[in-house]
């Protein structure tokens, strides 16, 4: 039986990135950037005033303060948008709004808490508007430097990056009106089961319904990708086959159940019927441990074991990853940590073990406990999971308060 970390490693080796198209920047959230974003500005592409108050030469300040405030004449009103029309001289100020460009001659802007306008008669008197200063401020103080977020020729977003909001932001300042993405890829997800059926259907004694089909879908699209839902096939070859046809349009197919050793787990064999190169058909996981792997057509194909929470758990670890790579998307690993195990935990030694987890952050340290009957159908403990408890296979007991490895979920 393959190890997991050789199983991803070989599943990994064959995956290509997939190509790129350009979307408008407004339909880019959460999509994965292609190409190297350089700056082509500085951002702010002006000095500007961080705030309302009057723009002025530091040195007209020194010695200001309450009781003894400096008079300087106001030569001008700078609203955001505005380009200054005078050079400030010695004595002088003008008053700035938040956002308006700094004019010629100012180090500094001092905010209007500090200032008062000074309109008193011998200033009316020479039609010549004054104000008080009434602190001193230092050089530099409340301008915003041209390029001080982003300069001019800078490597600002790398490709490979998954674009948040912020990014969004920034490629709009840049005037990034369309951009370069990964393509997003498709994959086929079929159910297989004669007991299985769809979510609409009336349930009968003996069957139940395919949860499987949705969890897949909504995985694959969590990662970014397309989901085509392929329905479901009986046990039977021929159904097996047509339908497992249909997605060789796609980048990736998932099929769900049917790969255990059971007389109607016919997936593997028809899988090989139809010309696909299957790498492995067992990992030593738990849950999971039926998983097939393979090439149909060029076409990596995961034949996914039918429980419930064995197919969540290895798409989170090897389907995942698959689609990421196809992504071309970078640091994608999930978080891993250490926390205490806060109860016992028995296991079969030479299976790596993912146990459906929650886990705090408490006093300095995570604490983990799992979220009860770990039976691979029970998809609840997956539900109430925050993390998987990653148990190597050479373990055989963890005594609570021993550490072990956790892995955050979504
Ligand atoms: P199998 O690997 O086909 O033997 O399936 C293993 C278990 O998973 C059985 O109990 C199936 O009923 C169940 N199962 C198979 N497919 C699905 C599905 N699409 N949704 C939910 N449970 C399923
Ligand atoms: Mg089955």
């Avoid at 004019?103 to 200032?115: L, N």
């Avoid at 935990?345 to 993912?354: P, V």
Wanted: charged content about 30%; proline content about 4%.
């Amino acid at each position: 039986m393959i190890k997991v970390a050789t199983a991803l490693r070989t599943v990994l080796k064959g995956i290509k990135i997939l190509d790129s198209e350009v979307i408008k920047l407004i339909d880019a959230l959460e999509r994965v950037l292609a190409e190297d974003v350089y700056s082509n500005s500085d951002i702010p592409g002006f000095n500007n005033s961080a705030m309302d108050g009057y723009a002025l030469k530091s040195s007209d300040t020194h010695g200001a303060a309450r009781n003894k405030p400096k008079i300087l004449e106001v030569i001008e009103d700078i609203k955001a948008g505005d380009i200054p029309k005078k050079r400030l001289k010695s004595n002088q100020a003008a008053r700035i709004m938040t956002g308006a460009m700094i004019p010629e001659g100012a180090d500094s802007v001092i905010i209007v808490e500090y200032t008062k306008r000074a309109k008193g008669k011998e200033q009316r008197a020479k039609r010549m508007e004054f104000v008080q200063i009434f602190k001193e401020v230092k050089s530099g103080e409340n301008i915003r430097k041209a390029g001080e977020d982003i300069k001019k020729g800078e490597l600002v977003i790398t490709k490979g990056t998954l674009l948040k909001s912020s990014h969004i932001g920034i490629l709009a300042s840049l005037g990034k009106a369309k951009i370069k993405v990964s393509r997003k890829p498709k994959v086929a997800i079929l159910a297989t089961g004669d007991e299985v059926i769809d979510v609409d259907e009336k349930l009968k004694p003996g069957k139940l319904r395919s949860s499987n089909t949705y969890t897949l879908y909504t995985q694959v699209l969590n990662c970014g990708g397309i989901a085509k839902n392929l329905g479901i096939a009986r046990d039977k070859p021929l159904q097996l086959e047509k339908k497992i046809k249909e997605g060789l349009d796609c980048d990736l197919i998932l099929t769900s159940g049917g790969v255990s050793v059971g007389d109607y787990d016919l997936v593997k064999d028809v899988l090989a019927k139809m010309g696909t190169n299957i790498i492995f058909w067992k990992v030593a996981m738990r849950p999971g441990k039926p998983l097939v792997f393979g090439h149909i057509r060029r076409i990596p194909l995961f034949g996914l074991p039918g429980n419930p929470v064995s197919s969540m758990v290895s798409f989170e670890i090897f389907v995942r990853p698959v689609i990421k790579k196809m992504l071309g998307q970078e640091a994608d690993e999930r978080k891993e940590v250490e926390a205490v195990s806060e109860e016992d935990i028995k296991k079969k030694k030479g299976l790596r073990y993912f146990l459906r987890a929650n886990t705090r952050w408490h006093q300095g340290r995570y604490l983990t406990r799992t979220t009860g009957p770990q039976g691979s159908g029970i998809l609840k403990s997956m539900a109430l999971a925050n993390s998987l408890i990653i148990l190597p296979e050479k373990e055989e007991f963890i005594k609570k308060g021993e550490k072990v490895t956790i892995r955050f979920l979504d």
